[in-house]
């Protein structure tokens, strides 16, 4: 095997640190988001809280005074929060319906298929630093 010439190193040197400055700024946005996010999560808690008046019973929808925002009230059991399931929730769920022996079956056929169609099959490059 023969090592990559000068040329070539140069130019993955050079994209590394493209790659780096991106991901690093990237990160930096994240940081920023969260937090906004966890800002804007204490507001709806806030106003969640408003609404519980019964004043507002009959509210379906609100809306700012300019017009720039609209909100729709849920209420509890009014439709369904969105959701994930872990595996291992789905085992249990699985062992709780079919028992313990083929609950487990059941997992392990999911579970083995699922990840043979997970299977990264091009190349691909993963950051393994800290940035700065």
């Not at 709806?44 to 300019?66: G, S, W, Y």
């Not at 319906?97 to 990264?120: D, M, P, V, W």
């Amino acid at each position: 095997m023969t090592a990559p010439n000068a040329e070539i190193l140069q130019g993955l040197r050079e994209e590394m640190h493209a790659y780096a400055r991106v991901d690093n700024q990237l990160r930096e946005l994240n940081r920023q988001i969260y937090a906004l996010r966890d800002h804007r999560d204490a507001i709806a808690d806030r106003m969640t809280e408003l609404i519980k008046d019964p004043a507002f019973a009959n509210v379906q929808r609100l809306q700012t005074a300019d017009g720039s925002a609209a909100f729709k009230v849920i209420r509890p059991n009014e439709g369904y929060k969105s959701w994930s399931l872990s595996k291992g929730m789905l085992g249990e769920y699985l062992k709780q319906h079919l028992g313990n022996q083929q609950g487990s079956e059941c997992y392990r056929f999911i579970h083995e298929t699922h990840l043979a169609t997970l299977k990264n099959t091009d190349y691909a490059i993963k950051r393994v630093d800290q940035p700065e």
